[in-house]
């Protein structure tokens, strides 16, 4: 079955500068890759995800890059803010099957 | 459009007992997943339902199972609770699942401790 890996497990940036977490999957029929945040006490929430026909998808600060080949995809969030502090979930999924996620990055932006 | 719901949002209960969760889904939403969550393990996917169907199950024994109700509300079970199965367990609804863009809305989550 499909095995995703993220690292790193902790993440800790200064206010303004670019944050990076990759994940790797196994199961090179996985074809969708969502990221999830959760803040402190709540539900995880959807924040991008691409298609495995798409290299590379943005939205504001927000970017995330997938490379089937090495089967690799990483979340790209830049001008960090206090706010984007939380856990980070990504997953990936195959056609028909369950959403397999990682083990989670905690993301603290220091002010 | 009201989000998934969960009940009850706490529980706690001792070994050897059982339990049960409910979920509802967004309305319209037919696809219904379960995920363990505890300190350190991530996400863990228990099972999934469509349409009143098991479709996919994780790693999990047994004493945990589920069911979905033609209205799409799904409970799960779990019996003979065991200390290791304190966790936020969260349900997860979308249109159809397992097809990608299909989004999946989490509801608030159910916080289980065993002692």
């Known amino acids: 079955g499909e095995n995703v890996e993220q690292h790193p497990s902790t993440l800790s940036v200064q206010e303004g500068d670019s944050a990076v977490i990759k994940c790797t999957y196994s199961?090179?029929?996985?074809?969708?890759f969502p990221w999830y945040k959760q803040e402190l006490g709540k539900r995880p929430q959807l924040i991008i995800d691409?298609?495995?026909?798409?290299g590379e998808k943005k939205d504001q600060r927000i970017a995330v890059t997938l490379n089937k080949t090495a089967k690799h995809f990483s979340l790209h969030i830049t001008e960090t803010q206090p706010e984007d502090s939380a856990v980070y979930f990504c997953?990936?999924?195959?056609?028909?099957?369950?959403?397999?996620f990682g083990p989670g990055t905690r993301l603290s932006v220091l002010p | 459009k009201a989000g998934v719901t969960q009940t009850p949002r706490y529980l706690i209960k001792t070994r050897g007992q059982q339990v049960t969760l409910s979920c509802s889904p967004i309305s319209g939403h037919r696809s219904v997943s379960w995920y363990q969550q505890t300190p350190g393990q991530g996400l863990q996917f228990l099972f999934e339902?469509?349409?009143?169907?098991?479709?996919n199950k994780g790693n999990f024994p047994g004493r945990f199972s589920g069911r979905q109700f033609s209205n799409s509300r799904s409970e799960m079970n779990v019996s003979t609770l065991e200390l290791g199965d304190s966790a936020l367990y969260l349900c997860a609804s979308s249109l159809v699942g397992g097809v990608a863009y299909n989004e999946q809305f989490f509801g608030p989550g159910t916080r289980l401790t065993v002692l």
């Open positions: 691409i298609r495995s026909n798409v």
């Open positions: 199961d090179s029929a996985s074809n969708y």
């Open positions: 997953a990936a999924l195959g056609y028909g099957q369950n959403f397999v």
């Open positions: 339902y469509f349409s009143e169907t098991q479709r």
